[in-house]
């Protein structure tokens, strides 16, 4: 059977973090620090801090920001749980919104309809690693008549004066948006380097922060540090020191650091990534190729003159197909020994969100895009044979069903 998104492992990944573990010092510290400069250096944000999981950074964000009970987090309906569980987890209510219908991203103009006084954060979501449309998101917040409308409860949310854009950039490491790396586009992007994502650290995440001019970066980086080791006012290396044992402790924090045994790995995926974003390229390339003249097709956008993917899902639907059909389509494709898996289940069908009164035939794109999608593989490690085997699997597999 031919995985669908195994990690990239080698003997170099292997060799440090060997070195780490026989370091002397495994959890958070120098490779960690390093491994947030280096990606401060890649996307070109003002600073970067490392932790456990995206969600993590996603969550010790909106806490920063002092989003509460009674605030709304506008998400589109159309991504994974964790962009409305942080939400959750604040007392804070998740409104959700339908995406566009040119691709699978959070639509601004149902972003504009939903806009309250209440509204604190807006969380676009890079479905597949194809940037939303921060442009047009960024103006949005940044209209007289929606920032008039924003009710400060915060410090934070006084001196921004405006909603807060936090990208969900769990999919987006590497895409391009108006020439630039997605991460240097607005407040906030959070990229996620768990086992199936682009760029791995087995479990792990970034915040890149951005934020406007007259925010100190360099101290919020270290409030989010303080918020991710509970609350300590030293973190472990730093009480290794000679004498500074002694600590406080300054707020109930949470505990969700990066260890310096992820960022190994980390740092070994970083500086090979421009080969791996190639290699990915090439893939969706092959695949576009194999379908674009199949009448059954729709072929996910990838590349324009404002955006290039960081190829993290191959998106394949298939054109007038329900969603029994795609389930037939998919056993079809696993009997023929290949895996792939659907991006994503909508959460208002997840019992979940169901059971807080979100109804699906709320958000008509997000079902019409997702009753007929199947995500095909996409990893560095895959060959041309490879490609062909899985292009040779779909499209028997969709020309028995439909
Ligand atoms: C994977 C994923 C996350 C969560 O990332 P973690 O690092 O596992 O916390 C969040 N949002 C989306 C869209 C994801 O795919």
Redesign the pocket.
Known sequence: MLPFSPPRVDQKTVDEVTSVLLSGWITTGPRTKEFERKITAYIGCRKTLCL???????ELMLRWFGVKEGDEVIVPAY??C??ANIVVHCGAKPVMVDIDAKDFNISVQEIRKHITSKTKVIIP???SGWPADYAEINNLVNEPEIKKMFQPGSAEQQQLGRILVMS?A??SIGAQYQGKRHGSTTDVS?F???A??NLTTA???AVCLNLPAGFDCDAIYANLNMKSLHGQSKDALAKTQVGAWRYDVLEPGYKCNMMDIQAAIGLVELERYEENLERRRAIFEFYTNAFKNKSWALLPAYKNDQKESSYHLYLLRIKGANEQQRDQIIQGIFDRQVSVNV??QPLPLLTVYKSRGYKMEDYPQAWSKYENEISLPVYFDLTDENLKTVTDAVIAAVESVI
């Open positions: 456990n999981s995206a969600t993590a950074g996603m991504t994974y964790a962009t979501v890079d479905i969900d769990a999919h959070v996620s380097f768990h199936v994502k479990e792990g995440g991006h994503f």
